[in-house]
């Protein structure tokens, strides 16, 4: 079993959907990350976070640290969300990765 | 446009060939990571450099030999590779060891 679990694995949407991602870990950690993989591997860093919630844009992140989960949510979502989102946690000083959520989002 | 910089992009090798990938970063970053992504397992941490020094080596074949000549380089050196080595490599940084990641666009490697 995996230290960091996601759900779904595979999600499609319509666009304008609201979409959630969710991530599970069994492990301490000092913060987790949402990053967005695009197609041809690019990672970018969405959220950095250790506690509550956080927006950026149609973005919204939040933390449970008591239940050791985490929720990616995506309002209005739009064809260019599609993606891979990855769940990483801080454990000490190392990144633990989920396996990832890939997300298409139609028109 | 994260500010780290991968080279090549792609890159398809010989199992008895020797080629290094590059990551370059000019963010002030102390740290420096590489990690392999193979098809549906998650990313795997192969190296760590803090300060120019190898902090961690997650049991990595003798294959991959990283160099880190300054804060703003690393180098991942490969050398008889196995096809099962094939996987995207990716390299990070971040400010110090555990702070937030930065990270490249990584090299897709194909070992035939």
């Known amino acids: 079993k995996n230290e960091v679990e996601q759900s779904p694995q595979n999600l499609t949407a319509q666009e304008g959907e609201f979409i959630t991602i969710n991530c599970s870990y069994s492990v301490g950690i000092s913060a987790l990350h949402w990053l967005q993989q695009h197609p041809g591997g690019g990672i970018v860093s969405l959220f950095m976070?250790?506690?509550g919630k956080k927006k950026h844009g149609r973005l919204i992140a939040t933390i449970n640290i008591q239940e050791k989960h985490s929720s990616l949510h995506i309002t209005a979502s739009h064809p260019r969300d599609s993606a891979v989102y990855i769940c990483?946690?801080?454990?000490?000083?190392?990144?633990?990765f989920g396996t990832g959520t890939r997300l298409q989002v139609f028109p | 446009e994260t500010g780290v910089t991968q080279t090549p992009r792609h890159l398809v090798m010989g199992m008895t060939n020797k080629k290094s990938l590059k990551c370059e970063q000019h963010?002030?970053?102390?740290?420096m990571y590489w990690y392999k992504q193979s098809a549906k397992k998650p990313l795997e941490l192969m190296f760590v450099y803090s300060l120019e020094e190898r902090v961690e080596n997650n049991s990595v074949p003798s294959r991959f030999s990283p160099e880190c000549p300054n804060s703003s380089h690393l180098f991942l050196h490969l050398h008889t590779l196995q096809p099962e080595d094939s996987a995207l490599y990716l390299c990070a940084s971040s400010l110090i060891a555990g702070s937030e990641a930065f990270f490249g666009q990584g090299t897709r490697l194909t070992v035939v």
């Open positions: 976070l250790s506690s």
């Open positions: 990483a946690v801080h454990n000490t000083d190392k990144l633990i």
């Open positions: 963010l002030g970053h102390n740290a």
